[in-house]
């Protein structure tokens, strides 16, 4: 697998940060669902690592669903346009919900999202994201559950990709600007 870190400029969370964030976090969400059975919705397919890594460390019953969104295509800037690639197996109305996602960037994506799920008649909806830049935020999104604030900077790994490459790297990383600066 070194040949991906060949493209980073740098290692910026290590797969031991992140695992004991994602523990704290699962045992935060453990305490404020105690006494409920909230729906985690995974956002596909970024936050599949982070997801499956999380609800592993939430000691409640929960139900799972999943959802494809797209906003970036193959580029590292959002188009702005939200489209829904795969919906919801179930309904939502009068649940619990925590939506799990990579990274919240400009928040349209997340806004999108969470407008649809009041509209289905989700009880609550609450943000729960690995990384957040909130410098980039051109949505106001309240995101109710983090890992890591980072800074404006490209990241790949840990389910982030770049044009499909680099979500199996175990640590989150930044990528090289000589790898995405043709576009």
């Given amino acids: 697998m070194t040949v991906l870190y060949e493209d980073l400029d740098r290692v910026l969370i290590s797969r031991e940060e992140i695992a004991a964030s994602v523990k704290e976090l699962g045992k935060q969400i453990t305490?404020?669902?105690?006494?409920?059975?909230?729906?985690?919705?995974?956002?596909?397919k970024g936050a599949v690592m982070f997801f499956a890594d999380l609800i592993r460390n939430i000691?409640?019953?929960?139900?799972?669903?999943?959802?494809?969104?797209?906003?970036?295509?193959?580029?590292?800037?959002?188009?702005?346009?939200?489209?829904i690639l795969k919906d919801l197996d179930h309904d939502i109305a009068n649940c619990d919900v925590i939506v799990v996602e990579d990274i919240v960037d400009s928040g349209l994506t997340l806004s999108y999202i969470?407008?649809?799920?009041?509209?289905?008649?989700?009880?609550?909806?609450?943000?729960?994201?690995?990384?957040?830049?909130?410098?980039?935020?051109?949505?106001?999104?309240?995101?109710?559950?983090?890992?890591?604030?980072?800074?404006?900077?490209?990241?790949?790994?840990?389910?982030?990709?770049?044009?499909?490459?680099?979500r199996n790297l175990p640590d989150v990383g930044v990528l090289s600007p000589r790898i995405y600066a043709k576009e």
């Fill in 31 to 44: 305490q404020d669902y105690a006494g409920k059975s909230p729906v985690l919705i995974c956002i596909l």
């Fill in 59 to 83: 000691d409640l019953p929960i139900s799972l669903d999943f959802m494809a969104i797209s906003s970036y295509g193959s580029s590292t800037k959002t188009s702005g346009v939200v489209r």
């Fill in 114 to 166: 969470q407008a649809l799920l009041d509209q289905r008649g989700a009880r609550s909806v609450r943000i729960a994201t690995l990384l957040d830049k909130p410098e980039r935020r051109r949505s106001p999104l309240t995101v109710d559950y983090c890992c890591f604030t980072i800074p404006n900077e490209f990241v790949v790994g840990y389910g982030l990709d770049y044009d499909e490459k680099y």
